[in-house]
């Protein structure tokens, strides 16, 4: 009998260097909301996602394409584009057969740090599409980082609270040493039957609520399976896996 | 009525250059083993502690204050030296008026951090020393920074439980918006009455149970206020504050 697959839980971009994400399948995770938003997307027949670093960028390639451009900028549409990262946005009648060029503060940054450090496989999870995460990490049996996005490198909860949910769904098919997943597990546990109720104490609950008042995006983000789709980085794109 | 200060966790010492230190009193975090070290000596008579990041700065200075050198790396008596990072091994009658100089892998090289960031105050705690670093933090009255040494960057969970414990004494004296203490301080509530039965599922725990046979020192690591003692950070030296 072979030994099973390492887990482990980055709770921070600025920790993801202490893992080896070259045999690794990485799972970006930024709950609110660019990975909410990317399965969204996808889920309503969007062709592709591109995640880029820049608006400039954003703006160029979905015009040499035909996208739509869209991002934000410390929990606003970002300045210069007409979409932001909202995951209600991208209904069926608006992406369907359409590519989206994306662009955040945190979810696409983390994932180009895993590019950069040559992570074999990369993926997107959510509370929208956290079955179709589980599924795919026990049917590809390879070592795991779940990525936490954060915010500006500082911890958050709700991106870790959705890698709790994934370890509590697979662990049985893992060698799990690592106190991040022990912490990531207990707090969903904790907290799996009253996510929206918690969410108030959340830092960022407050940065989208009180700010931009996006509390139904915040109830969209937090619910299992709502967007249950696959989104896998091949190519430069993220695309249905 | 003025505004509470603010009090965050920085849960490894890869994300302590988030905060701002500079107005903040700083608690080293250690718990296994060099804080809860550091307390044991100076609770038990040691005049000073003096944290030093290298085994020769150890030898060096000790010979030259006729000083007790000390010290671990990866979790044993670092080479060339004759005392390690056991608090168990500084009683009363081996340290009492004398000077322990001690390098670890870990906790004093997060001091060395935050000497280098500016910290405006530097204390040290740990489970043994809770109630003198909890009564000190209130009677400052100023910013506070719970500094978490981690294992080489990465998370660690008893460093966060002490922080945790930290914060459910303090709370009320402090304004608090930050995921991490929120974090520490559920983590500690969920396992307060059961520290040494929860110990076992620690990373840390086996690397020091099961290769080093150190039961001792984790359960004395994990009591409350059995040594507590205010270590004090001036003038390069760990004090009694």
Redesign the interface.
Known sequence: MSAKPSLHTS??P??LH?YDLSNSVVVIIDVFRATSTIASALYNGAKSVIPVDSVAKAIEISRRIDGIAAGERDGMIAEGLSHGNSPLEYTRDFIENKTLVLTTTNGTRLLQMALDRNADTIISGSFPNLSAVCDFLVKENKNVVLGCAGW??????ED?LFAGAVIHAVSRHFTI????S??AE??YL?NKNKLTEFAP????Y?RLVERFGLIEDINFCLTPDVANILPLYKEGKLVTG
Do not use: E, G, V
């Open positions: 709770i921070s600025a920790l202490l500006k490198d500082r911890f958050n909860l870790t040493h690592c106190d991040s022990l912490m207990t707090m904790k104490k959340l830092t960022h407050h």
